[in-house]
């Protein structure tokens, strides 16, 4: 596999229920984000990771939970989510972003419904 | 703080038709700029970049040129097809410190290409 993959692609869970979201990417990088695409709002980043340090928590919930085990693998676990966090998680990677300016390479999403 | 503003879509064309698509942005200093492209189904890709003022990006037939002095970055094809259809996002990187890694987002611009 190459790029950046996720998993699952679609997950519906209700409000009670613990799920969590998977991305790795097979680039080499060094560091990976994840962000939130909702209907008819901008991107979200919400959690930066470089070097499997959190750099970034852009004010979200504690419902969302990071992990970053090694540079390949990003996790978002999910607890007690509402309606309204429904949208398409993206997760993406980059090489060190403080070592100068790099492209962000976006996995295709996991469409996230709570019901 | 950094902003980035898209003009309203959806944008409905015909095949070979020209297509603008506007990006203006409010950052400070002379920051890179992005176009990102996100096909059905799938995360985005980079699609162009200027690194500083009039700079054009190309690829694909998309061309943008960035303007310092009307602070944007405009899309445009001069004939679209059908294979374009998909939704575009001007992109702003974070200058520095603790804005490293940071992509502010507009709203994206959906564009449907009809044969």
């Known amino acids: 596999e190459t790029g950046v993959t996720q998993t699952p692609r679609h997950l519906v869970m209700g409000m009670t229920n613990k799920k969590s979201l998977k991305c790795e990417q097979h680039?080499?990088?060094?560091?990976m984000y994840w962000y939130k695409q909702s209907a008819k709002k901008p991107l979200e980043l919400m959690f930066v990771y470089n070097f499997k340090e959190q750099t970034e928590n852009n004010s979200v919930p504690s419902r969302f939970s990071p992990e970053c085990p090694n540079s390949s693998h990003l996790f978002l676990h999910l607890h007690t989510l509402q309606p309204e966090d429904s949208a398409l998680y993206l997760c993406?990677?980059?090489?060190?972003?403080?070592?100068?300016?790099?492209?962000?390479?976006f996995g295709p999403g996991t469409r996230l419904t709570v019901t | 703080g950094d902003s980035v503003t898209q003009m309203e879509g959806p944008v409905t064309l015909s095949e070979e038709a020209f297509l603008t698509i506007n990006c203006t942005y409010t950052a400070t200093g002379y920051p890179s700029l992005f176009w990102y492209v996100q096909y059905p189904g799938e995360g985005l890709q980079l699609l162009l970049k200027a690194t500083k003022a009039d700079d054009k990006g190309s690829n694909k037939g998309f061309e943008a040129t960035y303007r310092k002095e009307t602070t944007s970055f405009h899309l445009e094809k001069g004939s679209v097809q059908v294979s374009d259809s998909a939704v575009y996002f001007c992109?702003?990187?974070?200058?520095?410190?603790?804005?490293?890694?940071?992509?502010?987002f507009g709203q994206g611009t959906i564009l449907t290409v009809h044969p």
């Open positions: 993406a990677s980059s090489q060190n972003p403080t070592g100068g300016l790099y492209e962000q390479y």
């Open positions: 680039l080499g990088h060094n560091a």
């Open positions: 992109a702003l990187p974070g200058a520095g410190g603790t804005s490293y890694g940071k992509l502010t």
